[in-house]
Protein backbone atom coordinates (compact mmCIF):
# COMPACT_ATOMS: atom_id res chain seq x y z
CA UNK A 1 0.00 0.00 0.00
CA UNK A 2 1.20 3.45 -1.04
CA UNK A 3 0.90 6.76 -2.02
CA UNK A 4 3.09 7.91 -4.75
CA UNK A 5 3.67 11.57 -5.99
CA UNK A 6 3.55 11.19 -10.04
CA UNK A 7 6.25 12.79 -12.04
CA UNK A 8 4.18 15.64 -13.67
CA UNK A 9 3.50 17.02 -10.71
CA UNK A 10 3.69 19.50 -8.55
CA UNK A 11 1.63 22.73 -10.37
CA UNK A 12 1.36 25.58 -9.99
CA UNK A 13 -0.12 29.17 -10.97
CA UNK A 14 1.06 32.71 -9.39
CA UNK A 15 -0.84 35.91 -9.05
CA UNK A 16 -3.78 37.20 -6.71
CA UNK A 17 -5.85 34.19 -7.39
CA UNK A 18 -3.06 31.62 -7.27
CA UNK A 19 -3.09 27.87 -7.53
CA UNK A 20 -2.12 24.42 -7.37
CA UNK A 21 -2.28 21.16 -7.48
CA UNK A 22 -0.11 17.72 -6.32
CA UNK A 23 -0.92 14.46 -8.05
CA UNK A 24 -0.47 10.93 -6.93
CA UNK A 25 -1.00 7.51 -7.83
CA UNK A 26 -2.85 5.06 -5.12
CA UNK A 27 -1.60 1.48 -4.56
CA UNK A 28 -3.47 -0.75 -2.31
CA UNK A 29 -4.00 -4.60 -1.99
CA UNK A 30 -8.03 -4.04 -1.89
CA UNK A 31 -10.40 -1.94 -3.81
CA UNK A 32 -11.45 0.03 -0.37
CA UNK A 33 -12.32 3.43 -2.12
CA UNK A 34 -12.95 4.85 0.93
CA UNK A 35 -9.33 3.71 2.78
CA UNK A 36 -7.29 5.02 -0.73
CA UNK A 37 -8.91 8.29 0.08
CA UNK A 38 -8.24 8.27 3.89
CA UNK A 39 -4.49 6.83 2.24
CA UNK A 40 -3.90 10.51 -0.02
CA UNK A 41 -5.74 12.59 2.75
CA UNK A 42 -2.58 11.86 5.10
CA UNK A 43 -0.09 11.72 2.61
CA UNK A 44 -0.99 15.37 0.66
CA UNK A 45 -0.01 18.37 2.88
CA UNK A 46 -2.33 20.85 3.97
CA UNK A 47 -0.54 23.89 2.55
CA UNK A 48 1.77 24.19 -0.43
CA UNK A 49 3.90 27.04 -1.38
CA UNK A 50 1.24 29.03 0.78
CA UNK A 51 -1.90 28.07 -0.24
CA UNK A 52 -4.19 26.17 1.96
CA UNK A 53 -4.99 22.69 0.72
CA UNK A 54 -9.20 23.22 -0.16
CA UNK A 55 -9.79 19.57 -1.80
CA UNK A 56 -8.36 16.37 -2.23
CA UNK A 57 -10.01 13.96 -4.89
CA UNK A 58 -9.40 10.04 -5.75
CA UNK A 59 -10.66 8.28 -8.93
CA UNK A 60 -10.24 4.23 -9.60
CA UNK A 61 -8.56 3.42 -12.52
CA UNK A 62 -8.14 -0.25 -11.96
CA UNK A 63 -8.02 -2.64 -9.37
CA UNK A 64 -5.95 -1.49 -6.58
CA UNK A 65 -5.35 1.75 -8.04
CA UNK A 66 -6.09 4.91 -8.05
CA UNK A 67 -5.31 8.86 -9.55
CA UNK A 68 -5.10 11.23 -6.67
CA UNK A 69 -5.31 15.14 -6.62
CA UNK A 70 -4.67 17.49 -3.94
CA UNK A 71 -5.93 21.10 -4.68
CA UNK A 72 -4.27 24.39 -3.47
CA UNK A 73 -5.69 27.91 -3.83
CA UNK A 74 -6.76 31.06 -2.00
CA UNK A 75 -9.64 31.13 0.23
CA UNK A 76 -12.67 33.25 -0.85
CA UNK A 77 -13.28 34.50 2.72
CA UNK A 78 -16.01 37.11 1.14
CA UNK A 79 -18.06 34.11 0.08
CA UNK A 80 -20.44 32.81 2.36
CA UNK A 81 -22.44 30.78 0.29
CA UNK A 82 -26.16 31.36 -1.32
CA UNK A 83 -28.89 32.97 1.52
CA UNK A 84 -30.12 30.65 4.22
CA UNK A 85 -34.02 31.51 4.57
CA UNK A 86 -34.95 34.13 6.29
CA UNK A 87 -32.65 35.92 4.55
CA UNK A 88 -33.57 39.49 2.61
CA UNK A 89 -31.58 40.94 -0.70
CA UNK A 90 -32.26 44.62 -1.54
CA UNK A 91 -31.63 46.80 -4.54
CA UNK A 92 -32.63 50.18 -5.68
CA UNK A 93 -33.05 52.24 -9.17
CA UNK A 94 -33.52 56.11 -9.05
CA UNK A 95 -33.61 56.78 -12.82
CA UNK A 96 -35.64 59.45 -13.50
CA UNK A 97 -39.34 58.91 -15.27
CA UNK A 98 -40.36 61.16 -17.86
CA UNK A 99 -43.84 62.65 -17.51
CA UNK A 100 -46.10 65.63 -19.65
CA UNK A 101 -46.99 68.74 -17.57
CA UNK A 102 -48.65 71.60 -19.05
CA UNK A 103 -48.02 73.95 -16.21
CA UNK A 104 -44.51 75.79 -14.95
CA UNK A 105 -43.80 75.86 -11.69
CA UNK A 106 -42.91 79.50 -12.15
CA UNK A 107 -42.90 81.61 -15.25
CA UNK A 108 -39.27 83.06 -14.97
CA UNK A 109 -39.29 85.89 -17.90
CA UNK A 110 -41.40 86.63 -20.79
CA UNK A 111 -40.15 88.83 -23.83
CA UNK A 112 -42.89 90.82 -26.67
CA UNK A 113 -41.70 93.50 -29.11
CA UNK A 114 -41.90 97.06 -27.97
CA UNK A 115 -45.45 98.50 -27.00
CA UNK A 116 -46.92 94.55 -26.71
CA UNK A 117 -47.96 93.13 -23.60
CA UNK A 118 -47.62 89.42 -23.97
CA UNK A 119 -50.63 87.73 -22.98
CA UNK A 120 -50.45 86.03 -19.20
CA UNK A 121 -51.46 82.32 -19.90
CA UNK A 122 -50.95 81.67 -15.83
CA UNK A 123 -47.99 79.44 -16.06
CA UNK A 124 -49.33 77.53 -18.88
CA UNK A 125 -46.91 75.54 -21.38
CA UNK A 126 -47.08 75.44 -25.12
CA UNK A 127 -50.94 77.10 -25.23
CA UNK A 128 -51.90 77.31 -28.64
CA UNK A 129 -54.73 78.70 -30.27
CA UNK A 130 -56.87 75.44 -29.96
CA UNK A 131 -54.92 73.62 -27.04
CA UNK A 132 -52.21 73.55 -24.41
CA UNK A 133 -49.99 71.07 -25.35
CA UNK A 134 -47.40 71.27 -22.27
CA UNK A 135 -43.87 69.83 -22.58
CA UNK A 136 -42.12 66.45 -21.70
CA UNK A 137 -40.11 66.85 -18.40
CA UNK A 138 -37.63 64.65 -16.24
CA UNK A 139 -39.13 64.36 -12.99
CA UNK A 140 -37.74 61.82 -9.81
CA UNK A 141 -38.40 58.14 -9.99
CA UNK A 142 -37.40 55.63 -7.02
CA UNK A 143 -38.09 52.21 -7.38
CA UNK A 144 -36.70 49.53 -5.32
CA UNK A 145 -37.04 45.29 -5.05
CA UNK A 146 -36.27 43.38 -2.26
CA UNK A 147 -35.70 39.70 -2.54
CA UNK A 148 -36.48 37.32 0.20
CA UNK A 149 -36.27 33.77 1.37
CA UNK A 150 -39.19 33.00 3.09
CA UNK A 151 -39.87 29.05 4.13
CA UNK A 152 -41.67 27.06 2.38
CA UNK A 153 -44.81 26.71 4.57
CA UNK A 154 -45.09 30.53 4.73
CA UNK A 155 -45.82 30.46 0.94
CA UNK A 156 -49.13 28.87 0.45
CA UNK A 157 -52.06 29.85 -1.29
CA UNK A 158 -53.59 32.05 0.89
CA UNK A 159 -50.16 33.82 0.66
CA UNK A 160 -49.78 34.19 -3.24
CA UNK A 161 -53.27 35.37 -3.39
CA UNK A 162 -52.76 37.99 -1.19
CA UNK A 163 -49.47 39.00 -2.97
CA UNK A 164 -51.80 38.96 -6.22
CA UNK A 165 -54.47 40.56 -4.52
CA UNK A 166 -51.94 43.96 -3.41
CA UNK A 167 -50.30 43.78 -6.55
CA UNK A 168 -51.54 47.57 -8.22
CA UNK A 169 -52.16 48.79 -5.22
CA UNK A 170 -50.74 51.82 -3.11
CA UNK A 171 -49.86 51.53 0.50
CA UNK A 172 -52.67 52.46 3.33
CA UNK A 173 -49.82 52.80 6.12
CA UNK A 174 -46.76 53.91 6.42
CA UNK A 175 -44.03 51.71 4.57
CA UNK A 176 -40.35 51.44 4.08
CA UNK A 177 -40.41 54.94 5.79
CA UNK A 178 -42.96 55.93 2.77
CA UNK A 179 -46.16 57.73 4.08
CA UNK A 180 -49.88 55.97 3.10
CA UNK A 181 -49.86 56.16 -0.62
CA UNK A 182 -46.61 56.79 -1.80
CA UNK A 183 -45.12 53.24 -2.48
CA UNK A 184 -46.75 51.59 -5.73
CA UNK A 185 -46.35 47.78 -5.49
CA UNK A 186 -45.86 46.59 -8.58
CA UNK A 187 -45.31 43.02 -8.05
CA UNK A 188 -43.80 39.62 -7.17
CA UNK A 189 -41.90 36.89 -8.58
CA UNK A 190 -41.43 33.43 -6.78
CA UNK A 191 -38.83 30.42 -7.45
CA UNK A 192 -38.76 27.68 -4.89
CA UNK A 193 -35.47 26.79 -4.04
CA UNK A 194 -34.25 23.27 -4.57
CA UNK A 195 -36.49 21.69 -6.64
CA UNK A 196 -40.49 20.77 -6.17
CA UNK A 197 -39.85 19.46 -2.63
CA UNK A 198 -37.42 22.16 -1.56
CA UNK A 199 -37.51 23.85 1.82
CA UNK A 200 -37.99 27.28 0.97
CA UNK A 201 -38.65 30.28 -1.93
CA UNK A 202 -36.81 33.04 -3.26
CA UNK A 203 -39.23 35.89 -3.85
CA UNK A 204 -38.82 39.14 -5.56
CA UNK A 205 -40.97 42.11 -4.93
CA UNK A 206 -40.56 45.21 -6.90
CA UNK A 207 -41.99 48.83 -5.70
CA UNK A 208 -42.25 52.51 -6.93
CA UNK A 209 -42.77 55.68 -5.21
CA UNK A 210 -44.14 58.45 -5.83
CA UNK A 211 -43.97 61.15 -3.03
CA UNK A 212 -46.98 62.94 -1.48
CA UNK A 213 -47.18 66.76 -2.18
CA UNK A 214 -48.76 69.93 -0.41
CA UNK A 215 -49.26 73.66 -0.89
CA UNK A 216 -49.06 73.10 -4.90
CA UNK A 217 -49.66 76.52 -6.77
CA UNK A 218 -51.55 76.45 -10.21
CA UNK A 219 -52.48 79.75 -11.90
CA UNK A 220 -54.45 81.66 -9.48
CA UNK A 221 -55.19 78.27 -6.93
CA UNK A 222 -53.39 77.87 -3.87
CA UNK A 223 -52.92 75.42 -1.59
CA UNK A 224 -53.53 72.06 -3.47
CA UNK A 225 -52.23 68.94 -1.99
CA UNK A 226 -52.13 65.63 -4.37
CA UNK A 227 -51.14 61.69 -2.78
CA UNK A 228 -48.16 60.26 -4.83
CA UNK A 229 -50.13 57.78 -6.90
CA UNK A 230 -53.24 60.05 -7.66
CA UNK A 231 -53.62 61.61 -10.93
CA UNK A 232 -53.38 65.38 -11.29
CA UNK A 233 -54.61 67.09 -14.42
CA UNK A 234 -55.94 70.78 -15.26
CA UNK A 235 -59.13 72.26 -16.89
CA UNK A 236 -58.12 75.30 -19.29
CA UNK A 237 -60.69 77.90 -20.63
CA UNK A 238 -60.69 80.80 -22.18
CA UNK A 239 -60.32 83.99 -20.81
CA UNK A 240 -59.65 87.67 -22.23
CA UNK A 241 -56.56 89.52 -20.66
CA UNK A 242 -57.20 93.09 -20.42
CA UNK A 243 -53.48 94.34 -20.68
CA UNK A 244 -52.67 91.98 -23.64
CA UNK A 245 -55.97 92.35 -25.30
CA UNK A 246 -56.22 89.33 -26.33
CA UNK A 247 -57.82 85.81 -25.31
CA UNK A 248 -56.15 83.25 -23.94
CA UNK A 249 -56.38 80.26 -22.38
CA UNK A 250 -56.07 79.61 -18.69
CA UNK A 251 -56.87 76.86 -15.91
CA UNK A 252 -59.90 76.92 -14.35
CA UNK A 253 -59.96 73.99 -12.38
CA UNK A 254 -57.58 71.82 -10.92
CA UNK A 255 -58.69 67.54 -10.50
CA UNK A 256 -57.43 65.30 -8.28
CA UNK A 257 -58.06 61.78 -9.13
CA UNK A 258 -57.79 58.46 -7.17
CA UNK A 259 -56.49 55.78 -10.27
CA UNK A 260 -55.39 53.08 -7.17
CA UNK A 261 -57.01 50.93 -5.04
CA UNK A 262 -55.28 51.47 -0.83
CA UNK A 263 -53.80 47.68 0.03
CA UNK A 264 -52.29 46.31 3.48
CA UNK A 265 -48.93 45.23 2.60
CA UNK A 266 -48.33 43.92 5.95
CA UNK A 267 -50.07 40.92 4.21
CA UNK A 268 -47.06 40.42 1.75
CA UNK A 269 -45.08 38.83 4.81
CA UNK A 270 -41.79 41.14 4.63
CA UNK A 271 -42.70 43.47 7.66
CA UNK A 272 -43.23 47.27 7.07
Same mark, same amino acid.
Given at each position: ?40 ? &? &? ?40 ? $???? *??? /????? +? $? ?7 ? $?? +? *?????? @? ?20 ? !??? &? ?10 ? +?? *? ?6 ? @? ?34 ? %?????? /? ?10 ? !????? $? ?21 ? %?? *? ?12 ? #??? #? ?8
Amino acid at each position: MAVVEKFNSPAYTSGPNASGERRYGIIRSDNDDDAAHAELL &A &AAPETFNGLPRLDVRTEPIGPGLWDGEAIYGVVNVNYSGPPE $TGQS *VYS /FDTGG +A $TQRITQSKE $TM +A *VHAPAG @VTAPDFKGAINVTADSVEGVDV !TIP &AYEFSETHYLAN +AA *VDSAFRTN @VANLTGKVNDATFRGFAAGEVLFRGASGTKRGGPDG %DDWELS /FRFSVSRNVTGL !TIGDM $TDIDKGGWEYLWVRYAEEVDDDA %DA *VVKRPIAVFIERVY #DEG #DFSELGIGA
